[in-house]
Nanobody, 126 residues
Framework: EVQLVESGGGLVQAGGSLRLSCAAS????????ISWFRQAPGKEREGVSC????????YYADSVKGRFTITSDNAKNTVYLQMNSLKPEDTAVYYC???????????????????WGQGTQVTVSS
């Protein structure tokens, strides 16, 4: 059974940092792209960043470029999202998602992802 479990969310002041984790199980990690999405109240889910588990390639949405960093630990089947210089507009539920992809083709389209975690809340106060 495929499982993605997010952790690390919380409340932080503007300008602060958080690190989210996504622990994956039930599939061959190297064959997938793992991405982070977020959804703020009343808004559509949007892609934040993705990484290829096979070669470590990464891609970022413009809104987080230079502030967020996605990394992975293949030995632990875990993907991280380091979030620095957080802004109130980063407040959202953050989800990790997995897409089967042997050749990295960066995509942050919700419809392309097969598996999703349950989400973790990130709240940035002003």
């Amino acid at each position: 059974e495929v499982q993605l479990v997010e952790s690390g969310g919380g409340l932080v002041q503007a300008g602060g940092s958080l690190r989210l984790s996504c622990a994956a199980s039930g599939f061959t990690f190297d064959d997938y792209v793992i991405s982070w999405f977020r959804q703020a109240p009343g808004k559509e889910r949007e892609g934040v960043s993705c990484t290829s588990m096979s070669d470590g390639s990464t891609y970022y949405a413009d809104s987080v470029k230079g502030r967020f960093t996605i990394t992975s630990d293949n030995a632990k089947n875990t993907v991280y999202l380091q979030m620095n210089s957080l802004k109130p507009e980063d407040t959202a539920v953050y989800y990790c998602a997995a897409e089967y992809q042997l050749v990295f083709k960066p995509s942050l389209e919700v419809s392309e992802y097969d598996y999703w975690g349950q989400g973790t809340q990130v709240t940035v106060s002003s």
